[in-house]
């Protein structure tokens, strides 16, 4: 992925159009009283505010970690992309929603439609610039042959699935708007200025919807794209002193910062400063395929196909399992037998009558040759 500066140009872009776009809007609102036109210039003044947070968003996530935030702030992005979801969803879809309603209630006439549809064309034209931005710098960021959809489901930075989607839907919206005002025009009924402002609500809480999902999913975390993941196994197992890669975590705790954690199994017999150094030449490794995996945890262990049974003591770190005694560590050491001079030849006498004869097992119990009985 790309880092942050893509996000912040396509930001800009859409912070400048938009300003540009709700002057126009709210002018257009006071010469025509369009229900549709006060519903784009809300949006677009939404639209406004969510830039700024956006870049407030990337201002913070570059702060030093500190005591309390060890692994930084790079989540703050996650969070101010979810609150511009939020707002896109009241301040934008909810608003326009109501005010599409009110009018349906009460509808008036359409004043001045020409400076209308003269304003929404002005406005297509700036958002149009801007969306045009916003797919160059996303282009930049997304991998060969995802799909734009994959991109906006699996990108990793906020601000751009969050610019796409808003320009989308603001020309959307826009087309939406100028298709009410001329059909209201035409027919001379302001109820389909009204429709027109109820269709651009749905379609911004829609959009809201959708950005709220994929920020709660990287606010909670997400993993390394498949194809980062295939990179630092790569970088991990081309290592001559790895014998294994037992299993690996990745987490993104920012856009531009991943969080490795692993288990590998080296080769038997290194010292502990050949480990070290192995470990240190796979951090190496890894950085160099993935840079944002600034953060890596590596354990070395052995590979173990099979974990001992319950009855069984933790067996010490390089023991075979298949060492271990059959019954467990009781069945190796088991206490002398204590009895008396008496007692013995008594036992003696016992065993000797009774040599020839079948042990008669208990009911529900099972005998095996060489081996205790034992309750099934």
Known sequence: MAGSGHGTRAVVAALLANLGIAIAKFVGFLLTRSASMLAEAVHSVADSGNQALLLLGQ????????????????????????????????????????E????????HELESPSIAIGILLVAIALESASFRTAIVESRRAKERGMSWWGFIRRSKQPELPVVLLEDLGALVGLFFALAAVSVTVVTDDPLWDAIGTLSIGVLLVVIAIILAIEMKGLLIGEAASLTDQQRIAAAIEIEPSVTRLIHMRTEHIGPDELLVGAKLELVHGLSVEDAVEAVNRIENSVRRAVPTARIMYLEPDIFRTSLPSD??????????????????????EEPADERTDGEAEDVAAEGASAEGAPAEAPAGVETRAGNPARSE
């Open 59 to 98: 201002r913070r996530s570059r702060r030093a970690p500190s005591a309390d935030h060890p692994f930084g702030y790079g989540r703050e992005r996650y969070f101010w992309a979810f609150v511009v979801a939020l707002i896109l969803f009241s301040l934008g879809g909810m608003f326009a929603i109501y």
């Open 311 to 332: 009855e069984a003591t933790p067996l010490a770190a390089g023991a075979v399992l298949a060492d271990a005694p059959a019954g467990g560590p009781a069945a190796a």
């Open 100 to 107: 599409g309603v009110e009018k349906i209630r009460h509808p």
